[in-house]
């Protein structure tokens, strides 16, 4: 079986040394998770080694760690993926960032994460007694809202906000995300108050400068900024809050813009929209967030990327999407939940 | 000088679903609730839940059904009287958590919708995508943040033991933090065991990494019986290697499974039900193909989600979508995947009544780790978050009521510092075998042994393995002798509850000399009412053999009948 040498980052409050990195081989399949392989050299070498871990399949969230510099679940990122993205060939595993490190690989999620869930009302706030059975809500709006409800709280959004690491006091992607998930929801009656207390924070909606780290590094797609965005647009159309940073006008421009152009023409937008940075896997998640898609986007032969980044599709395609949606009432949003990918006609 | 000890009306140790559903149940009777757990409750095992949550909740529906599903699904061993009340409350407690802000799935009109599961003669699951036990999970977390004044949670400690007072009552339990490795004795009038399942004694298992039997073995301890420990699910679809699980939900939206030939092979063993026949049904068929050679070469066979359209897998089943690319590199959307039977769930567990009471005065189990018995010899899919909930429910109101009765308990201190001195007593072992290496040994043994097919022989073997890892783990060494986020000595408590579990489970199939449910004995290929249509208890016996005895099944209104699908 191949080997892989991993790189752990070492730290233990105890023993007064400063943390430092310790190098273990394991041998295991390539196809195993780093997870596997820093339990191997747990089991096998130095039992003393710090992770937290559970379900081993993605699920719990225990296991956020930053591997190669880029946050991710240790037990969904395989050895090779990861040896062959390492620098010399050495993985390297170390805690996460943004939170105070308790030991090795272990954070201390309380004193960060959680207490920014607790900050926005983290639970369902209905109007009045609930119905004799069930609220009867539109079945989209249950898909929309179980995107954040995907979240597992693993906190490698957290991990690597940039807003975050220059105000420790903002609220952030995974908190701000699941505010969405109330805010979402149509049995909660607190809405706007959710909304515009979210926006009034100096720390809140708009503190965050779209910079896509969250989107990346989410392992469950739940994309925290494309739900900040959403907010920004509740707070703005829905409730007419004064937009701290103008990012809901910014974004009125990104859409005027692939409008006009068929495409996206990045150098239009650099100056002044996305804080100059326009990562290009992002687009598609961006349209995603536009405030209104049709259905007819969802089912068609088309990706959005795909009729937004290829040339080929000449730019009345994309005008016609524009005039559909535009004729809508309701507000579709795409979503993981829905089949938004549909087969390439080709 | 002695600090106060932490008191409150109701322990509940253990924050997955049942834990949790007990602690806002307990709370709403007026008590005063401390719930505990060795992982942040977010991470409790409840969230691999994908498929869903029975409940005859539609009015074409009826609860009489659900229970005969449930009852048949048992092979009879079920407690009729529990599986009438879980079936009946089954509908008000989904409505509750829609209520709490669960996001279930909305049919075109917008009330809630169903999707089919194992085993059930109506589509009575009720779903969100195939994330149902995390949204769950997380809704339920919503609801203990919202009630942070009446509970206090205890999140990363790690119960040891039971406490018990003069008289032998459970008055709550010994506990460390995990952060810094501070022993304390939580005092509670009564005390709810929700520590869930057990399946870290088989390898590879679907279980999370945490699912030790904790629970079973300190209730045992403590002198309260398991019941139907025999009983282990293994569950027809889990990737070959890491045990990982593809939800049922994929043969409910349509999935079909062939054999190396390409033979739908469920056809000659359940003509009817084919794919949804009970899951002891199923994985017995998947295993006879291979152990028939008509499985592939790793000792698997085929599950075929291309059939369900391709819309409905991205919508339905996202989550084994990632699971099929990340854990087996295949796109379920347009290749068949292999899939094994592989250890999934203990039917058995600490012998409780309909109130979730054990043997032991004060002591409530719920959940995993209890046995009511409603899912006796098998449990049908989507059965066990209900029965998390509903004997949640039912011990956290019981337990509080109790609790409002009562003067103030008296623990013993004594016992804080018997469970200090223990683990003292492990960090300072030199020379001994690892302890991951016995988990292993275990783990690898129990899957060959103690599986879908067993026989006298196996058995036996796999007893004396059992004794004699009880005996090397005396000694097993950790390396850390630390005392922040100490997880190797923890280990080591891990795997002496886990050895105190397979035990009981070793012995529960030894003592049943016929194939009921889970249990099939090649031995003894056939169910035998007259003889075992009854539970298994089994008691601790100081440190030899668990004590055998026996209780009757509680049959109302459904006399055995033979078992087709
Ligand atoms: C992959 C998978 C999929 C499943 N899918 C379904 C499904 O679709 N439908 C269905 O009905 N059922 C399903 N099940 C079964 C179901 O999820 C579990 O049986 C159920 O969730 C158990 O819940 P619980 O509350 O009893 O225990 P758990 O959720 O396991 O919680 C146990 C709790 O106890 C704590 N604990 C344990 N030991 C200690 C200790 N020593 N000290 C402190 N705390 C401790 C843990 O930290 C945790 O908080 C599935 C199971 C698996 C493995
Ligand atoms: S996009 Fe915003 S919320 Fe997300 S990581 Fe960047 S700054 Fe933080
Ligand atoms: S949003 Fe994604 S990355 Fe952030 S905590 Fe949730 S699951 Fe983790
Ligand atoms: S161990 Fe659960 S997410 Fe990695």
Redo the contacts between chains.
Sequence with gaps: MPDYTLRIRRY????GDAAHWEDFQVDLDG??SVLDGVLQA???E???I?I???????????CGVRINGKPNLAC?T?LDEAHARAADGVIVVEPMGNMPV???L?VD??AVHWKK??RVT???L?DGP?PE???????DN??D??QT?????CGACVSDCLSMEVDPLFIGPAALAKAY?FVG?P?DGHQEQRVRDLAEDPHGLYDCTHCFNCIEACPKGVAPMSQIMRLRRIAGDDHHVEDRNNGHRHEMAFVKNIEKNGLLHEADLLPDSYGGKLHPRAVPELVSSLPIILRALQRGKVTPAGALLHKHKAPKDVKRIFRDIEGREERYELN????G???DAS | MVRAMPAHDVLIIGAGLAGQRAALAAARQGATVAIMSK??P????S??AAGGINAALNPDDSWESHAFDTIKGSDYLGDQDAIEIMCREAPDEV?WL????V???????????TRAFGGASAARTYY??D?TG??LL??LY??L??HHEQIDRY?EWFITDLAQDDDGRCVGAIARNI?DGAMELFSAKSTILASGGAGQCFKPSTN???CTGDGMAQAYRIGAPLMDMEMVQYHPTTLAG?G??ITEGARGEGAHLYNADGERFMEKYAPNKLELASRDVVSRAEQTEINEGRGFEDGTVALDITKVP???T??AL??IV??GR??A?VDITREPIRIRPGCHYIMGGVKADIHGRTAVDGLYAAGEVACVSVHGGNRLGANSLLDTLIFGRRSGEHAAKRAAGLGKPKPVRAQLHDSERAIGAIMRRTGGR????IR?ELGTMMNEKVAVFRDHEGLTDAHSIVRRLKDEAKNAT???H???????VL?ALELGYMLDVAECIVVGALERKESRGAQFRTDFPKRDDEHWLKHILESRNGDDTPQVSYSPVTITQWEPQERTY
């Excluded at chain 2, 690892?434 to 290496?437: A, D, L, T, W």
């Design positions: 233990s409050p105890e023993n196809s195993r747990k089991d096998r130095d039992g003393s710090g937290r871990c559970s379900c081993r399949a993605g699920i719990c969230g225990s969904r395989h308790l030991k090795d272990i999620m309380d869930i607790q983290p639970w369902l209905p609930p059975r069930e609220y009867v809500v539109p079945p249950m898909i809202v179980t409800m995907a979240c597992i709280q998930r929801d049995r993981l939940y829905v089949a990918e549909e087969e | 992982v942040h977010v991470r409790s095992h969230n691999a409505l829609e209520h709490a802000g996001t279930f799935h909305r049919n075109a009109e917008g009330k809630l919708g969100i995508a994330i995390q949204a997380h809704v919503e609801q943040m919202k999140e952060r999370a990494l945490i890491v990982i699980l391709r819309k409905r991205l919508e996202r989550e990632n699971i990340d854990f590199g690892r302890v991951s290496e292993e950790i390396d850390d630390g005392t922040v986020f100490n997880q190797d280990g």
